[in-house]
């Protein structure tokens, strides 16, 4: 009787044993971490936003939210009213000091110098204020210096500088039922992702259907940025787990456009410059991939304008390593030399296509030589 008595606890041991073991391995399965993938923020509710990642790429299924209530940006033709009156607030300096200059009695060779000083000042670069210079020196010549002719000489010959033939449009939508691409690349501080936020509104006013990729992994505080101005104007926005691959989720977000039907895909980019082999590595793998799913239709080159010089050496760097198609020049209100449109113009041989004014969500417009130019003049 005592055997069997031993032999019945022995059993029910083991089985306690076996049991607690099998809970704890339960538990164990049950909180392993899901591997990271890409997100589709703030689609529309209902839709379906799975999508297949590249060869290369292990993401997961993407996470489906409602947009929040969205706002309605500002047209195209009230923002151009803004760029005059901005303009022509911090910029009327330069054109009011030329004509006060060139209204003088007598055009001496001091008066010539004070005019190339002005420009110079202003940022305009030295090639372009040497040519402008000679030009006014010639016309006025031959025209006569009254100030209502001195006036419209100049402002004829700043607009000539400025670019009127340059083609300004921005490529935002594709070919064969495919979406625009933009990418978006520019040195973090310049306002690369409030950029790409503020080219969304644009689109979005001109009834245009808009997708975001949050390609710049690096800086979380970049992606929280662009879903923020994503749900403002219900836009989704496609980002990825932070310190991720760039490449993947810009994929992710022309594969979503397409797949969608929608018109553009605005993409942002990192905008480190430290590492100027793989930073080109970088966007070079990012526009190849990219163009698996469709052709890049236009390449922004974000540009701070109170940077002055070393905004061009920046400029440069960008342009050695992508193929930029234009130029958008942010805090042009907070800067007194408006010459930098003409030299990184020059410089990099692309039309500058959009300028920044201000803080506000539209407080951008596409840039337009002749209304520049009265700004100047006042």
């Known amino acids: 009787m005592g055997d069997w008595l031993y032999l019945i606890i022995a059993i029910a041991v083991v089985g306690v044993v076996t049991l607690a073991g099998l809970l704890t391995s339960g538990r164990r399965r049950s909180v392993e971490p899901k591997s990271g993938g890409t997100d589709v923020i703030a689609p529309p509710s209902g839709t379906d936003t799975a999508t297949e990642a590249p060869p290369t790429v292990d993401t997961a299924e993407p996470v489906v939210e409602t947009a929040p209530a969205v706002e309605t940006p500002e047209s195209t033709a009230s923002r151009l009213v803004r760029l005059r009156q901005r303009l022509s607030r911090s910029q009327g300096g330069l054109g009011k000091g030329l004509l006060a200059l060139l209204s003088r009695d007598r055009l001496d060779e001091d008066t010539w110098e004070a005019i190339e000083d002005t420009l110079l000042t202003a940022d305009v670069g030295v090639a372009p204020t040497q040519a402008l210079v000679e030009r006014l020196r010639t016309r006025l010549r031959v025209e006569g210096g009254q100030a209502p002719d001195a006036r419209a000489v100049l402002?004829?010959?700043?607009?000539?500088?400025?670019?009127?033939d340059l083609d300004r449009r921005l490529q935002v939508t594709?070919?064969?039922?495919?979406?625009?691409?933009?990418?978006?690349?520019?040195?973090?501080?310049?306002?690369?992702?409030?950029?790409?936020?503020?080219?969304?509104?644009?689109?979005?006013?001109?009834?245009?259907?808009?997708?975001l990729g949050a390609a710049d992994t690096f800086r979380a505080a970049a992606v929280d940025q662009l879903a923020t101005w994503g749900e403002r104007v219900g836009v989704e926005v496609v980002r990825g787990p932070e310190g991720g691959d760039p490449a993947s989720v810009a994929f992710e977000a022309v594969k979503h456009g397409v797949d969608n039907g929608l018109d553009t895909v605005l993409v942002d980019t990192a905008g480190r410059l430290q590492n100027k082999a793989g930073l080109m590595d970088e966007l070079g793998k990012v526009k190849r991939v990219i163009e698996k799913q469709a052709p890049v239709t236009e390449v922004l080159l974000v540009l701070d304008a109170t940077t002055g010089q070393n905004g061009l050496i920046q400029a440069r760097v960008f342009s050695e390593i992508v193929d930029v198609t234009g130029i958008v020049l942010t805090k042009l209100d907070g800067s007194a030399k408006g010459g930098i449109v003409v030299q990184v113009q020059r410089e990099l041989g692309v039309p500058v296509k959009l300028v920044g004014l201000g803080e506000g969500p539209d407080d951008m417009a596409p840039f337009d030589a002749a209304a520049f130019v009265d700004a100047l003049l006042g």
Do not use: C, Q
Request: overall charge negative; proline content about 4%; hydrophobic content about 45%.
């Open 174 to 211: 594709g070919a064969d039922g495919k979406p625009g691409v933009v990418l978006v690349v520019g040195v973090n501080g310049a306002g690369k992702t409030t950029t790409v936020g503020k080219i969304a509104r644009i689109l979005v006013a001109e009834d245009l259907s808009v997708t």
């Open 155 to 164: 402002r004829e010959e700043l607009i000539e500088l400025v670019g009127p």
